[in-house]
Each structure stands twice: as structure tokens, then as C-alpha cells.
């Protein structure tokens, strides 16, 4: 049995692209420029089940986008975390704050209702993500 | 200037050991068992403001620690998250999390008043996160 999404994580993100065996995800609620990251490993549902390489490339890409996210979207704060109460497969948010948004100062996880992203701010976000893991350029 | 560590993170959590530069405390509230690790590192407040080595460490403890809160707790999910909307200082939580406990299955942070542990419950949890760390002994 390959790799499986969960569909509610599958209907509520768009894939960027794969780096290696990890998918990277907009999610699809415009409150937030929210990312997530799903290593493709069948049954992985905690860190501890992934194994020590793919969970270091994980949080370096993390890292890697979160530092980007921080500057491009002029960000206060970058929120980085695997909760997965409700959804078990594991996935890894990482979401840009700013004071006064829509959850600020809470976590964004079970507050009020996704907002959809427009067509074309869905578009402009997907494209200035893959373009930065492609190229590095936080332009 | 050496590290500080935040007044509100001092406060609100003891200190276990330390495995290098990374403070490892548990959280002063009965409803969960909390720990966080904090790297002593002046000014950061990003994973991206830590080296790619003390990043891999600092993921590393935590999700050794979280495999064995996992079962010694018999949790039902681990949440390991940056968050630091309100604490800026770097610190990393990760949280033992139960089906019915006080926040489930939304996120802990911000959700009600900490309940603070008893002497004995705080003394016991103390001691076995040292054990864990000194021997790996999950018992």
C-alpha cells in the first residue's frame, strides 16, 4: 500500500510540490499564510515515527520556509507545530502570525471557520512558494 | 551577556537538567503533562535564529522525549510545537495529550487557567523526565 493523504487534509490545502518524500501544502483559508508539510510515510502519524534523517529534513525545510515566510509576508511571529489531535496523519504547520489576525495571540487550530482564498491569491501564494524552494530567492 | 531565561517561562514551569544548552522544564499545570525545552541562546525566537546543529538537537530531545511521554503517559497524541506569540523567547513545547483532557481536541495555549500540580505530582513528573534523560529507562 503506497501513501494515502488524508482527505481532510487533501480538501482543505493545495500541493505546492514534493521536496524528496515531503509534500508541501497551502493550506486553503486566507486568515493566514499557512503551510503544510507531510512526509509521504504510510502509517506516520508522531515525530517518532519517522526516521531520524526524514525528521531532520523536515524541520530544516520547515526552518528553511519559516525564515523565508518571516520576511516575505512581513511576519511577527512564525508558529511551527505537529498537533494532529484531529487529524492524525502526520503533518507539520507552519503558519506566518501577525498582531491582529484573525486567532492573535492564540494558536489558529479550531478557531472560527477557514475563509477561502480567492483564485488569484491562491495562485500568487502557490507560486511564491514553489518559487522559493526553487530557486531560494525570497523575492 | 549570558542567556536569560524569560521571567513568564520561569515562572510557569521548573527546571528538569539540561541536556547541553537546552533547558528541559516541565510546566506548572496539573491538567497536562507539558514539558519545554528551551535552547540558551541569546535572542532567538525563531527556529530559523538556531544552528542547523542545534536545531537537529533541539527536534531531536523532543521527539525522544515524545516517544517516551507517548507511552509512559499513554497518551493518545503528542503536540510539539513553536508557538511564542506571547513569549517570544524561543521554547518548544511538548505536550502529553489525552481524549477528554481540559483542551481536546483543540490546542492547549490559551485555553483556560493553568491548574498548578501538587507537590508530590510535581516532584514525581520532575524525576521521571530525569530518569528517562539520565537512562533511557521508559519504566
Chains 1, 2 share one sequence.
Do not use: C
Request: aromatic residues 6%; without cysteine; proline residues 4%.
Amino acid at each position: 500500500m503506497g501513501f494515502t493523504l488524508d482527505r481532510r487534509l487533501e480538501d482543505s490545502s493545495h500541493l505546492v510540490t514534493r521536496i524528496d518524500d515531503i509534500q508541501v501544502r497551502v493550506a486553503e483559508d486566507s486568515r493566514y499564510v499557512w503551510l503544510l508539510l507531510i512526509p509521504e510515510i504510510v502509517g506516520a502519524e508522531e515525530l517518532h515515527d519517522l526516521s531520524d534523517d526524514l525528521r531532520d529534513r523536515l524541520f530544516a525545510l520547515a526552518t528553511n520556509l519559516g525564515g523565508w515566510m518571516k520576511t516575505a509576508f512581513t511576519a511577527d511571529k512564525i508558529n511551527i507545530a505537529a498537533i494532529g489531535n484531529l487529524v492524525p496523519q502526520l503533518h507539520l504547520h507552519v503558519v506566518a502570525r501577525h498582531r491582529g489576525d484573525a486567532a492573535w495571540p492564540g494558536p489558529i487550530w479550531g478557531h472560527g471557520d477557514p475563509v477561502p482564498l480567492t483564485a488569484t491569491d491562491r495562485q500568487s501564494l502557490i507560486t511564491s512558494v514553489a518559487t522559493f524552494l526553487e530557486t531560494g530567492d525570497t523575492g
